[in-house]
């Protein structure tokens, strides 16, 4: 019975030798069906790109990640259309898959570079550039294009942002406090103002003046005290101020 059941263990385990291997060719097969369908969509979207058909070519694209969603290159591909469309906010999507995927990719730097710029952050820009560079220092086109330009155009940022800062509408005046003095208003200077402004206004007022016309057409200017002034005669006048 031991030999008999030795002779069963052994033939079940080089059936499970057997059944493991096949599942791993067919897995590894299986592999590379994916990867061959997927370079062919990815060469059928490259050039559905160069046509400027870039709708179809995103979604050859899309078809391929389906197969190897671990292809940075298929996402840097896409993010740069994407930017030919102008649509950046995908676009920067993309290309930050693509550096996920690969982060010693340069052209993944370089593309998600290019699309911040194109959303306005330069200063992210900047940085995906200068990566790209540290990756591949020797690319002409990153220092003398992409990361150049970034700069002109940080530097114009600074510029118009202090201009808009030194910039003060002429109607609006600003009034701190220390502009307006601290008077004391029980000063002897103060004081003697205001005393000699009501001495002038009593004056004016003790002597008023009015203009007296009376029935038979005669004109008088009176002037007038503080008890009164009587008119000429008695009869019906008006009095005008």
């Known amino acids: 019975f031991e ?5 069963e263990k052994d033939a079940v385990g080089k059936d499970e030798s057997i059944w493991l291997h096949a599942v ?6 299986l592999l590379e ?3 061959e369908k997927s370079k062919q969509l990815k060469d059928e979207g490259a050039t559905l790109a160069e046509n400027k058909r870039y709708r179809e070519a995103i979604q050859k694209w899309d078809e391929a990640l389906q197969l190897t969603p671990n292809d940075a290159t298929l996402y840097e591909m896409k993010s740069q259309v994407l930017m030919s469309l102008h649509e950046m ?3 920067v999507h993309a290309a930050e898959m693509a550096v996920q995927r690969n982060p010693h990719s340069w ?3 370089q593309t998600l570079g290019r699309a911040q710029l194109g959303l306005g ?14 990756i591949y220092p020797m690319n002409p086109e990153i220092w003398k294009e992409d990361l150049s330009w970034a700069r002109t ?4 940022q600074k510029v118009a942002e202090r201009i808009k800062k030194s910039e003060v509408p002429a109607e609006v005046t600003h009034f701190s406090p220390k502009s307006i003095p601290d008077y004391d208003f029980e000063s002897d200077e103060v004081v003697a103002v205001c005393a000699a402004i009501a001495e002038k206004q009593k004056t004016v007022a003790a002597n008023k003046t009015m203009v007296i016309v009376s029935a038979s057409g ?5 002037t007038e005290k503080e008890d009164g002034a009587a008119p000429p005669d008695g009869s019906v006048f008006i009095k005008a101020r």
């Open 89 to 91: 906010f995908p676009a």
């Open 218 to 222: 005669t004109v008088e200017t009176v």
């Open 24 to 29: 791993k060719r067919r897995k590894e097969s």
């Open 107 to 109: 052209e993944s730097w």
């Open 121 to 134: 952050e330069i200063v992210l820009a900047i940085r995906s550039f200068q990566v790209a560079l540290h």
């Open 33 to 35: 069906g994916c990867a």
């Open 3 to 7: 030999a008999e059941a030795a002779d």
């Open 153 to 156: 155009l940080q530097e114009q």
